[in-house]
């Protein structure tokens, strides 16, 4: 089990920035894969960036260059820096983490709103 807790949303002019977090309840290098997920108004949720313990960081094409995504091993958190936030950017923001045993465990964070004001 993995319970994800989401946090730093909030309303923000065009142009501004966000800074998201998403605590896990378990050690974050026994988690095969950690993700943020976003889904905007009327839309299909879709995948900002993921975080694969081994492997690499992916970001989406549509945020790439303005935002970054890391993980804090220390802290079982891993961030989401939005930078340069577009109208289009809005959305409920989730967390995602992924447990292979082996079966495959996908576990969900409440959302975190965000808004961006144009």
């Known amino acids: 089990q993995v319970q994800l807790v989401e946090s730093g949303g909030g309303l923000v002019q065009a142009g501004g920035s966000l800074r998201l977090s998403c605590v896990a309840s378990r050690p974050i290098f026994s988690i095969n894969r950690m993700a943020w997920y976003r889904q905007g108004p009327g839309k299909q949720r879709e995948l900002v960036a993921s975080?694969?313990?081994?492997?690499?960081?992916y970001v989406a094409d549509s945020v790439k260059g303005r935002f970054t995504a890391w993980r804090q091993t220390s802290e079982n958190t891993i961030y989401l820096q939005m930078n340069t936030l577009k109208p289009e950017d809005t959305g409920v923001y989730y967390c995602?983490?992924?447990?292979?045993?082996?079966?495959?465990?996908?576990?969900w964070g409440q959302g975190t709103q965000v808004t961006v004001s144009s």
């Open positions: 975080i694969r313990t081994i492997g690499g960081t």
């Open positions: 995602y983490a992924e447990v292979i045993t082996p079966s495959t465990n996908s576990y």
